[in-house]
């Protein structure tokens, strides 16, 4: 019984095959049916491996006779189906969908499903090259752009490159884009070797203005924690102190401490619950600007005091006045007991 079952089994996938291989020699498209018929045989757990090579061979052909957006949609899904099912194939539809020209599509639909394939089937490897990305990232489709500039760790790509796209990126006119971009850049310099105090300060300068950005989750965005693997000012700031000489990491810290003071009465309770956990992690404060957040009226010690921890910014310590008394009167409980 086994053995007839196995037999017809057989002679339906030879069928199938032999049917999809005359209509490709005859230059016809492949149908919506024999996609169907295709998919039938890569869910099959039983299909052996040289059936699932006819398949892919006649992927192969029926991409360069039909560019139908609907067509390539569904051999999208075969890619995947494929790659799902029988991971150990996964390198040739993956190359496969390297050598098509899936993204040079007119529709950002089917650009953001060929990279969301991409990206499920690559694993560790340079699967897009650097122009291709940059390609992709400055065309129309926003929700291709957010995508890529998410997942850019997962392609290898020189970290300059990385650099420059993200730092461009956070001036996008998308807000989601914006913060897509901030956490790219923490995330590059976490993993990379930057060092170099020049790319600190740039990214620095970019957080300081996004503090002030429209959307609130930006804002928040901005001075994450960094447990959340997001970006946030005190790290860049912490960062910054690092490669301050000595004789101004005071300086440095005290800047960045009052920076981060200036959010604690944003008019989201989101970003002022970051603000105050962001606070929490800085371990070097004069004792002259702590007492300046218990008191609302600005301390003669401090008035016209201010810092500059990089050039053309300038803080002044009276933005801090008050931020732990603010704190503790907040009208939101999480944020009394941050």
């Known amino acids: 019984m086994v053995a007839e079952l196995e037999r017809r089994q057989s002679a339906m996938e030879l069928h199938v095959i032999n049917s999809i291989q005359q209509s490709l020699d005859n230059n016809q498209p492949l149908s919506f049916q024999a996609l169907a018929s295709l998919r039938s045989l890569i869910i099959n757990p039983a299909t052996p491996d040289s059936t699932l090579s006819s398949v892919l061979d006649a992927l192969t052909r029926s991409l360069q006779l039909n560019r139908d957006p609907v067509f390539l949609h569904h051999a999208l899904k075969l890619l995947s189906d494929l790659a799902s099912h029988r991971p150990h194939l996964s390198p040739f539809a993956l190359d496969l969908l390297r050598s098509d020209s899936l993204f040079s599509s007119a529709s950002p639909r089917l650009v953001g499903e060929s990279l969301s394939v991409l990206l499920s089937l690559a694993s560790i490897g340079n699967d897009m090259d650097a122009a291709r990305f940059i390609s992709l990232c400055l065309g129309p489709s926003v929700s291709v752009r957010q995508c890529l500039l998410r997942n850019a760790e997962k392609l290898v790509f020189r970290e300059s490159v990385l650099l420059a796209v993200f730092l461009g990126f956070t001036r996008d006119p998308y807000p989601y884009v914006r913060k897509e971009a901030l956490d790219g850049l923490v995330k590059l310099c976490k993993n990379g070797d930057f060092d170099d105090r020049d790319v600190i300060e740039g990214c620095y300068c970019r957080a300081v203005e996004l503090l002030r950005d429209a959307e609130n ?122």
Request: net charge negative; proline share 1%; hydrophobic share 45%.
């Open 217 to 338: 989750y930006v804002r928040s965005a901005a001075v994450r924690a960094v447990k959340y693997s997001v970006f946030e000012v005190c790290e860049w700031g912490r960062l910054l102190v690092i490669c301050s000489e000595d004789m101004n990491k005071q300086d440095s810290s005290d800047a960045v401490f009052i920076q981060l003071g200036c959010m604690v009465r944003d008019m989201s309770v989101d970003v002022r619950l970051e603000a105050f956990e962001a606070l929490g992690k800085i371990g070097l404060v004069s004792e002259d600007i702590l007492l300046q957040t218990l008191s609302k009226k600005v301390l003669g010690i401090n008035k016209d005091k201010a810092y500059k921890p990089i050039e053309g910014l300038d803080i002044s310590v009276s933005a801090v006045a008050g931020a732990y008394i603010h704190g503790l009167e907040d009208e939101f409980s999480e944020v009394k007991f941050c």
